[in-house]
T-cell receptor
Framework: DQQVKQNSPSLSVQEGRISILNCDYT??????FLWYKKYPAEGPTFLIS?????DKNEDGRFTVFLNKSAKHLSLHIVPSQPGDSAVYFC??????????FGTGTSLTVIP | DAMVIQNPRYQVTQFGKPVTLSCSQT?????MYWYQQKSSQAPKLLFH???????NEADTPDNFQSRRPNTSFCFLDIRSPGLGDAAMYLC????????????FGPGTRLTVL
């Protein structure tokens, strides 16, 4: 049973425009949400996170929004750069050290 | 640089032949995790160690075992690999507490012949 879902396997965006990656979840007990970025032949790298008590967290070009009523979070990248091309994983934590990941969205930023 | 190292990067084994994957870290994190990721699927948590305390996920097959002899090292043992165990195996570490970010190794790609 997939508790974290990324329904878009891929996304293409022009350089300089906004990239929006979406994630839905089913478990209301998740207390922390994270986004990871993965390049080929490397492990995932932490990008940004948000606590369940917040609705927005911003770090430079990256902003994560959390809508708890809709059980939905999104990652905004503005402006998108070719180096942002990677697979992005959404993850969520149940209190403690139990994590659930989505299947990933492959982002391509076109120069 | 502080990091998470996985060896080997590629492992080939035969059906039913035990195999061990290793992970080491220089971050001095007290939590270590093992994930299995099959093609186009989400990484799936198999188990984790909080210091020496082992935490097994309910649906992790008995075929998978783990050892953590010290803070720096963690091993994944697959006692009798089946064809369905072919996957990427990711090791990760984190500090316990509110900050939940994990640091991942590059993974070991396991092939079962």
């Amino acid at each position: 049973d997939q508790q974290v879902k990324q329904n878009s396997p891929s996304l293409s965006v022009q350089e300089g425009r906004i990239s929006i990656l979406n994630c839905d979840y089913t478990n209301s007990m998740f207390d922390y949400f994270l986004w990871y970025k993965k390049y080929p032949a490397e492990g995932p790298t932490f990008l940004i996170s948000i606590s369940s008590i917040k609705d927005k967290n911003e770090d430079g070009r990256f902003t994560v929004f959390l809508n708890k009523s809709a059980k939905h979070l999104s990652l905004h990248i503005v402006p998108s750069q070719p180096g942002d091309s990677a697979v992005y994983f959404c993850a969520a934590r149940v209190t403690g050290n139990q994590f659930y990941f989505g299947t990933g969205t492959s982002l391509t930023v076109i120069p | 640089d502080a990091m998470v190292i996985q060896n080997p990067r590629y492992q080939v084994t035969q059906f039913g032949k035990p195999v061990t994957l290793s992970c080491s870290q220089t971050l001095n994190h007290n939590v270590m995790y093992w994930y299995q990721q099959k093609s186009s699927q989400a990484p799936k948590l198999l188990f984790h160690y909080y210091d020496k305390d082992f935490n097994n996920e309910a649906d992790t097959p008995d075929n998978f075992q783990s050892r953590r002899p010290n803070t720096s090292f963690c091993f994944l043992d697959i006692r009798s690999p089946g064809l369905g165990d072919a996957a990427m195996y990711l090791c990760a570490t984190s500090r316990a507490g509110l900050a939940a970010e994990q640091f991942f190794g590059p993974g070991t790609r396991l092939t079962v012949l």
